[in-house]
């Protein structure tokens, strides 16, 4: 009996260790047929001996994300080998609706599932030596999660630098060292906050030199992706990698290992603390219809168990929180960073949204773009989102900054699209109303200092955030705007202008742009790279960085343009040259400017400059 009473002490003891990496409850840690079964992985443990430390390697390094004032979420893989997924094979007949990803059953050899847990220890500290140890834990992994490990460190301060590290359990085998910091309490006074903000990462168009650049220059608190983190296509399909060395391993499930192991990758996870959010591409979808065309042609899986799966997977490989259990579609969320902002998370791709513009269907989506009735996010989040914006305003947050996967201005970018369908309709172009709706709430409830920031277009975008045909706007001083918009460029995707465009073709669109729409204060085509946001209270200020290439691993960057809110201005500050940016950029098309090339350039590694000559910036 005592024997007994031993063994399910243990057993107990395992099933905790399971449940305390956050992995095993994707996508509904409240509805287990949906996820992960613990128990079933438990028994499926025959009593194999463990894998001993030296067969294990932490093969992506580690990252924290989605940080809370008490708490942060800290992830890594550890496994038995650098790749476990070695097909890329359909599945038919009966499994779970959201069985693990690739199907582990005892007869596929290629991947045949862990029989005994990998066995990890955490720990966060403040110092580097980690000898001042705040909070530590032990959890579980196994071939179920694809050995991801995902734990939330607890008991932590407000606004505090943090180190952690991970070990195989009873060895001394460590994964690197990684650094994270907490958000500061709602109502703590912070005076400065600095953000990273990147878009579309495509592995086979060039390196991810920007995700290296702010962390040798320390210069910013924490990183915000706003999609396309990872691309679903096969080498040729949207990149052609050959040249540089850059292909995309051929199974979909390969390919997320495959950039989460880049070195610039790994850097910037490791080091600073991330809020990501999904776009279009993370969920294999982008160019799917839900048809029976498209069953056949994309492998005869369906949108629904690709989009199940990949949901899983996102939750599995970025250090994100779930933030509602029920509801395992649902990445929108907001963070609280001091009295100084609310930080409000979209997910303008994913939850609920309306029919949108898959090149095939534009010009219907063009005339039904006003519908009364579209929407971007569906009315759950529409109506959570404009919550978000009134009680930010009521808590006297100083800004509101909204982090959208797509532009959120009108842009007529007749030039690319033509006279017929001029608009993004992909973007929110194609959600007037829904667009309509969020202005109504900004301008009825007098909501100002608002920042909105966009990715997806591959392009750099400013403009001044104005409800055109229904407000006064004044573009030389911006009056009658509610707030700005930053929209950034991409780590590596190509330009919209075209591939290899070259600067002075780049340029003439930048300048057709910002004459074909009031509101846009700069554009700029050419360069790959990210921006960042210093905000304080009197002020935001938005730095924008090209690279100069991006065809080989290289840690050099070009300031591109500055600018400049004053907070309760509600619109670009134009100085007394009545210019934004300060009236010269170094690229791109500036309203009222000049541009003004210099090449002068960056080395992040030793902060000297040099003036560079790269003649292709992109493959």
């Known amino acids: 009996?005592?024997?007994?009473?031993?063994?399910?002490?243990?057993?107990?003891?395992?099933?905790?260790?399971?449940?305390?990496?956050?992995?095993?409850?994707?996508?509904?840690?409240?509805?287990?047929?949906?996820?992960?079964?613990?128990?079933?992985?438990?028994?499926?443990?025959?009593?194999s001996a463990p894998y001993d430390a030296s067969q294990l390697n932490f093969t992506h390094g580690v990252a924290s994300g989605d940080p809370y004032p008490h708490s942060v979420i800290l992830w890594t893989r550890c496994a038995p080998m650098a790749d476990d997924v070695?097909?890329?094979?359909?599945?038919?007949?009966?499994?779970?609706?959201?069985?693990?990803?690739?199907?582990?059953?005892?007869?596929?050899?290629?991947?045949?599932?862990?029989?005994?847990?990998?066995?990890?220890?955490?720990?966060?500290?403040?110092?580097?030596?980690?000898?001042?140890?705040?909070?530590?834990?032990?959890?579980?992994?196994?071939?179920?999660?694809?050995?991801?490990?995902?734990?939330?460190?607890?008991?932590?301060?407000?606004y505090t630098q943090y180190y952690y590290q991970f070990n195989v359990c009873g060895s001394n085998k460590t994964s690197p060292l990684g650094r994270t910091k907490t958000t500061p309490a709602p109502n703590d006074l912070v005076t400065k906050i600095g953000l990273a903000v990147y878009s579309c990462s495509n592995f086979p168009f060039g390196f991810f030199n920007a995700y290296g650049n702010p962390v040798r220059k320390d210069s910013v608190d924490y990183v915000l992706h706003l999609g396309d983190y990872i691309y679903e296509y096969k080498n040729g399909d949207y990149g052609w990698g050959q040249s540089i060395n850059r292909i995309p391993l051929p199974g979909r499930l390969q390919r997320p290992l495959q950039a989460h192991a880049r070195l610039m990758t790994i850097i910037d996870r490791t080091i600073f603390t991330l809020v990501g959010e999904a776009d279009d591409i993370q969920d294999g979808s982008a160019a799917l219809n839900n048809t029976e065309a498209s069953f056949i042609s994309d492998g005869g899986i369906s949108v629904d168990q690709r989009k199940m799966n990949a949901v899983r997977a996102y939750f599995e490989w970025m250090p994100i929180r779930q933030v509602e259990m029920d509801d395992n579609l649902r990445i929108w969320r907001s963070f609280s960073i001091g009295s100084l902002l609310d930080l409000i998370m979209l997910d303008t791709r994913q939850y609920d949204r309306d029919i949108t513009d898959l090149y095939w269907n534009t010009h219907y989506v063009h005339e039904i773009s006003n519908d009364a009735g579209r929407s971007m996010m569906g009315s759950r989040q529409e109506n959570w989102f404009y919550n978000q914006l009134i009680e930010s305003a009521q808590r006297k947050a100083t800004w509101r900054v909204i982090g959208s996967q797509t532009v959120f201005s009108r842009i007529n970018e007749s030039l690319a699209y033509g006279n017929v369908d001029p608009l993004d309709y992909d973007a929110w172009d194609g959600y007037q109303s829904n667009r309509n709706r969020t202005f109504n709430t900004l301008y009825s409830h007098k909501i100002g200092n608002n920042i909105v920031i966009s990715g997806d277009s591959h392009a750099n975008w400013v403009s001044d955030l104005i409800w055109l045909d229904n407000e006064p706007y004044d573009p030389a001083t911006g009056k009658g705007a509610i707030g700005v918009e930053f929209a950034g460029s991409a780590v590596s995707s190509p330009s919209p202008a075209g591939h290899n465009i070259s600067i002075a073709a780049a340029n003439n669109a930048s300048t057709f742009l910002i004459g074909a729409n009031r509101e846009l204060q700069w554009s700029e085509l050419y360069y790959r790279g990210y921006f960042e946001l210093h905000i304080g209270h009197d002020s935001v200020n938005a730095s924008y960085f090209g690279l100069p290439t991006i065809i080989n691993r290289n840690p050099d960057e070009i300031s591109l343009a500055n600018?400049?809110?004053?907070?309760?201005?509600?619109?670009?500050?134009?100085?007394?040259?009545?210019?934004?940016?300060?009236?010269?950029?170094?690229?791109?098309?500036?309203?009222?400017?000049?541009?003004?090339?210099?090449n002068s350039t960056n080395d992040t590694t030793t902060g000297l400059y040099f003036i560079s000559h790269e003649n292709v910036e992109d493959i």
């Open 1 to 47: 009996m005592l024997q007994l009473l031993a063994f399910l002490s243990l057993a107990g003891a395992a099933v905790a260790s399971y449940a305390s990496n956050l992995n095993y409850r994707s996508p509904s840690h409240n509805h287990p047929a949906l996820g992960v079964s613990i128990h079933k992985v438990n028994k499926r443990n025959g009593g």
């Open 86 to 158: 070695n097909n890329n094979s359909t599945v038919s007949g009966y499994v779970p609706l959201f069985n693990p990803v690739p199907i582990q059953n005892d007869t596929d050899e290629h991947t045949p599932p862990s029989t005994a847990p990998i066995c990890l220890n955490f720990k966060i500290a403040t110092d580097k030596a980690l000898a001042r140890v705040v909070d530590a834990g032990t959890a579980y992994t196994s071939s179920d999660i694809d050995y991801t490990l995902k734990v939330e460190a607890q008991k932590l301060a407000p």
């Open 563 to 598: 600018f400049t809110v004053l907070s309760g201005a509600n619109a670009l500050y134009r100085g007394s040259s009545g210019v934004t940016g300060g009236g010269v950029v170094e690229n791109g098309a500036l309203k009222g400017g000049k541009t003004v090339q210099t």
